[in-house]
């Protein structure tokens, strides 16, 4: 096998990001309507076989084009960073999100309907909460680590403050984020987020009193911003419990070193890097698990702890933050300390195994009712459609 140096390696990424960046897929479905729409999203969704299930924003992407297409309206995808120079005034509507979106506001047209589709709490919310999560880590271990937090550098204010309609990945507590900013309520509409079917969870055959000493963080990158490090002192001081950690970036190498010597000395802590949600491992995770710990500052609709519930049956025990209505089915943690989890988790603990699974019924039914997929297409081809009538 030939070896490839770094430098060559580094060399083929940024040449493929080069491309990436000025890639534009112009009628995607080969109509002649006579109408334009440009989503400012991934082009990654368009000309392959199958959806990938990395990351929900493919789907999310492919469904506004299959939408818009219904509406006849003819479709050209872009990528959500690309630098390409784009003619804005081609379009009736545009679609999504990123620095090019942001670009658009500078066209002459009046006439371009603009809705832009946030994924999360506002940027103004959300980079303060995780800025103040790595001072805090600073402060208490004296090591600076902003790479595990979720900053946002671009801005988006042009595109939330400017567009027509601004359709939000997430619930109230997610749209009350944007709504404190400004007056013009009725221009924010919020969608739930959707997980993705699997594994069909069999409860009834579940150790609960084995798999109640079983807990998951199923998360990805920004490890300081989803909690993990609350998650990880909680499980130190807890032998007798189990955590598996699935997703932690291996990119963030300085949250992991800093934690590395406890985690490989610990015997009741797994971590398995990235986990896909249709291997054997997961399945394997699920089933042996009772709980899902989801400390999360900021989040769009929480599609990761979606799916662990939905695949896994598991109970969540998540912030406030985390843009989820999970009735009293889980447990929701209003102040994001190791204190409030611990009491959060012993709560948890407290209930006999009966009960668990009980609740564990109650949250799998729920979430699956109301998180499904096809709720969430049917919401946003109504929030679409409105948009574009008004």
């Avoid at 027509?164 to 404190?180: C, Q, S």
């Avoid at 929480?302 to 999970?326: F, H, Q």
Wanted: with cysteine; aromatic share 14%.
């Amino acid at each position: 096998m030939v070896k490839i140096s770094p430098k060559i390696k580094k060399y083929i990424l940024s040449l493929r990001q080069y491309f990436i960046n000025k890639k534009i897929i112009r009628n995607v479905y080969k109509r002649t309507f006579g109408k334009r729409v440009l989503i400012i999203y991934l082009t990654s969704p368009f000309g392959v076989k199958r959806i990938n299930l990395r990351h929900s924003n493919v789907l999310e992407c492919a469904s506004a084009a299959e939408i818009f297409n219904d509406l006849e309206y003819q479709v050209d995808v872009v990528n959500y960073n690309s630098k390409r120079k784009i003619n804005f005034e081609n379009y009736e509507v545009i679609y999504g999100m990123g620095t090019l979106f942001e670009e658009s506001f500078y066209s002459t047209k009046s006439k371009i309907k603009r809705i832009f589709y946030a994924t999360g709490c506002n940027p103004i919310f959300s980079n303060i909460a995780t800025t103040l999560k790595v001072r805090s880590f600073y402060t208490d271990n004296h090591i600076l680590i902003p790479e595990s937090s979720r900053i946002l550098k671009e801005s988006q204010h042009f595109q939330i403050l400017l567009s027509d309609a601004v359709i939000i990945l997430g619930n109230n507590y997610v749209k009350n984020t944007y709504l404190r900013h400004d007056f013009q309520v009725n221009r924010y509409q919020n969608l739930n987020a959707f997980y993705f079917d699997v594994i069909i969870p069999e409860v009834n055959k579940k150790n609960f009193s084995k798999a109640r000493t079983n807990f998951v963080w199923f998360g990805s990158s920004g490890a300081l911003h989803k909690g993990l490090d609350i998650v990880l002192e909680f499980f130190f001081i807890h032998p007798e419990l189990t955590l598996h950690i699935c997703g932690l970036n291996a990119e963030e190498s300085n949250f992991y070193n800093f934690y590395k010597y406890r985690i490989e000395t610990s015997n009741n802590i797994f971590n398995y890097g990235f986990v896909d949600i249709q291997s054997d491992l997961f399945k394997e995770i699920m089933e042996k698990s009772c709980f899902a710990l989801f400390p999360t500052i900021s989040e769009g609709g929480a599609v990761a702890l979606l799916n662990v519930i939905a695949n896994g049956a598991l109970i969540p025990i998540y912030s406030e933050a985390t843009g989820v209505d999970l009735k009293d089915y889980g447990c929701e943690v209003k102040t994001i300390t190791l204190e409030a989890f611990t009491m959060a988790i012993n709560s948890m603990l407290a209930l006999d195994d009966e009960n668990l699974k009980k609740k564990s019924v109650l949250i799998l039914n729920h979430v699956r009712k109301i998180y499904s997929y096809e709720n969430y297409k049917i919401k946003l081809r109504y929030l679409i459609s409105k948009v574009l009538v008004e």
